[in-house]
């Protein structure tokens, strides 16, 4: 059983890619007003700014967007997309501007607000993409820049469960990007129904959990 103190060693002593896929299985949980939201993190990509031509850092760019690409492991990046808000947790030492982006979750704790928070998605469709995990689990703009060991938003590595079989795939949604669109920088639990663009037919009984 890991413990907050592992995970800030492994945010600080891993490589991106190594903690992308470390997290797959983390418990993730938000304090809100309402009560509290929690879910297991299923599907993750890393993004390796300054090289990675898909990554906001990209060519160490400086905007006050990124601002929080800059700091310490464990920095909640947050920007929105199509209107939607998309979690991301810097994953190197201050100064390298690299991190996950937060795909999907399965929800484990507080379903029924999540479901609220969603305007009555139900299944899937709750959390299975990384604006509808931000809306399920009532994460707002005011956590930027904080700390995913600090904040209201954080890490329980006591409850982090095991995925019998970790996927590497290429990323979502990175066109014309040269080697960077295939790269298979994306993690997810096979088999586990929640997901991103998870067919049907590839779902396991188990959700791919041991």
Same mark, same amino acid.
């Given at each position: 059983?890991?413990?907050i103190?592992?995970v +800030?060693?492994?945010?600080?002593?891993k490589?991106t890619?190594?903690?992308?896929?470390?997290l797959?299985?983390?418990y993730?949980?938000?304090?809100t007003?309402?009560? *509290?939201t929690?879910g297991?993190i299923?599907?993750?990509?890393a993004?390796?700014?300054?090289e990675d031509?898909?990554?906001?850092? &990209?060519?160490?760019?400086?905007?006050p967007?990124?601002?929080?690409?800059y700091?310490k492991a464990?920095?909640?990046?947050? &920007?929105t997309?199509?209107?939607?808000l998309?979690?991301?947790?810097?994953? +190197?030492?201050?100064g390298l501007?690299?991190?996950?982006?937060i795909?999907?979750?399965?929800p484990?704790?507080?379903?029924?607000?999540m479901k609220?928070?969603?305007?009555?998605?139900?299944?899937p +469709?709750?959390?299975?993409g990384?604006?509808?995990?931000?809306?399920?689990l009532? *994460?707002?703009?005011?956590? &930027?820049?904080q700390? *995913?060991?600090?904040?209201?938003?954080r890490?329980v590595?006591e409850?982090?469960?095991?995925?019998?079989?970790?996927?590497?795939?290429?990323r979502?949604?990175?066109?014309?990007?040269?080697?960077w669109t295939?790269?298979?920088?994306?993690?997810?639990v096979?088999?586990?129904?929640?997901?991103s663009?998870q067919?049907?037919?590839?779902?396991t009984?188990?959700?791919?959990w041991r």
């Amino acid at each position: 059983m890991d413990t907050i103190k592992e995970v +800030q060693e492994i945010l600080n002593t891993k490589t991106t890619p190594e903690v992308a896929e470390y997290l797959i299985g983390m418990y993730v949980e938000n304090i809100t007003p309402k009560g *509290i939201t929690a879910g297991y993190i299923v599907d993750c990509e890393a993004y390796l700014g300054p090289e990675d031509e898909a990554a906001h850092s &990209y060519g160490m760019r400086k905007t006050p967007r990124v601002r929080a690409m800059y700091e310490k492991a464990g920095t909640i990046y947050l &920007y929105t997309m199509h209107t939607h808000l998309i979690l991301n947790i810097i994953t +190197q030492k201050s100064g390298l501007p690299q991190g996950v982006m937060i795909r999907a979750i399965e929800p484990a704790a507080g379903v029924e607000l999540m479901k609220e928070n969603r305007g009555g998605k139900n299944g899937p +469709q709750l959390s299975n993409g990384p604006g509808k995990l931000v809306a399920a689990l009532g *994460i707002t703009k005011d956590l &930027y820049g904080q700390s *995913i060991f600090s904040s209201s938003l954080r890490l329980v590595p006591e409850k982090k469960r095991a995925a019998k079989e970790i996927l590497h795939l290429p990323r979502i949604g990175i066109p014309n990007k040269g080697q960077w669109t295939q790269m298979p920088l994306r993690y997810a639990v096979a088999g586990n129904p929640y997901i991103s663009q998870q067919k049907k037919n590839q779902i396991t009984e188990d959700w791919g959990w041991r």
